[in-house]
């Protein structure tokens, strides 16, 4: 297929990718954004609530795997597609769960749903964008998960105050509906036939066993973004809410301020790392020690100010998408001559989510065991052990990346 060549269809093209990915955050936080208000409505432990978080983070990091395996293999653009309308679904059926644990199964079917979106999409970007292109796109296009968080967070109240916390869930499959229709009308992709993908994956060659190792450890590293990532947005709104004895709804409000740093720092990385630093691991174990510079000060001003504890939250989280974009967007690309684009980006998504797994429930109990300050502790020693990992693997990465454009 070629690339698209006009800059007006790169940007719409791109514009479109970054909704969806959009939707699919509003159709996967949401749970995360109001666990506190249905906590509270249906009478249930916050630990035992966060099982479908949990539960959800597994099955989306698991779907990573094969979802980046097909994305290889079949048209992507179906693939989304399908991930779209079950997503809708499970949406629509949690309002009807009985139980936090039905609540649980059907969330999990949603993580595995979402695992659908990216890898393919990575897959098509890659395919349609020229290389300098698909750096600038994949930065509109993370866009989408700020953007969703901020619809989220800044929704969810009102939507609560009206229609309780199920009204946010049957708003979302509507929302996932819209755009599984728009996706299959607007999304520019050709898929190529059976012979063209044969000849690919002929073509395409082993990974040395010394580069398997670097991608385990790099690997860890996105596990520690993926726990401070997910675990403060979704537990944010709670520590505001306990700590400062504010009402839920405002709470949750709170959560608006963290996409919108993750924007600019989002930005800011995208920059300096086209600009001024190009190797990938340098660049992100700077935004590891700035992640734990922000969690470090959160700690220190601890119950002290709401607002000040909000920017600190946010700052931290920032950093790790600051990370998350170069690892899951930047690094795929250098897998071309190995047949597997797709996979590594699934394989690097499932190990952001073996991280939000870990932080759903882990978090919650161990904020429940040692309280908020010692919680806001351990953020900071994750960050600053991600920082640690990355600046030791930066002479090995270097040594891959000449490797991969010979």
Known sequence: MEKIADKKTVFTTSLLFMFLYLISYVTRINYGAVISEMAAAENIQKSIASLALTVSAVTYGLGQLLSG???????????????????????????FC?????????????????????????????TVFTDEDYKKSCVIVTWG?????????????????????????????????????LWMKKCRYQNANASEKLKIIKKSISLPLKYILLMAAIMFAIVLQGILRDGVTTWMPSYISETFNLDRRAAILTGVVLPIFS???????????????????LITGI??????????????????????????????????????IIVTCMVPPYFSRFGNISFMSGALNFCTYVGSAVSGSGLAIFSEKFGWSSTLLLWAAIAFSGGIICFALIAVWNKFRKECRE
Do not use: H
């Open 145 to 181: 998960s700020s953007f969703g968080t901020i619809l989220v967070y800044a929704l969810s109240p009102v939507c609560i105050s009206f229609f309780g916390w199920k009204g946010v869930f049957i708003a979302s499959a509507i929302c996932a509906v819209a755009m599984s229709a």
């Open 263 to 281: 924007i600019l720092t989002i930005q800011i990385t995208s920059v300096i790392y086209r600009k001024l630093v190009k190797n990938e691991m």
């Open 98 to 126: 009985t139980s936090a644990y039905q609540m649980a199964a059907v969330w999990g079917v949603n993580g595995l749903a979402q695992a659908f979106m990216w890898p393919p999409l990575v897959k098509i970007m890659t």
């Open 287 to 324: 935004m590891f020690i700035f992640g734990f510079v922000s969690a470090f000060l959160l700690f220190v001003t601890n119950g002290k100010n709401a607002g000040v504890s909000v920017i600190f939250s946010a700052l931290l989280t920032g950093c790790m998408y600051g990370v998350n």
């Open 69 to 95: 395996f097909l994305g290889d293999r079949l048209n992507p653009k179906k693939l989304i597609f399908s991930g779209l309308l079950v997503t809708a679904l499970t949406n629509f059926a949690i309002p």
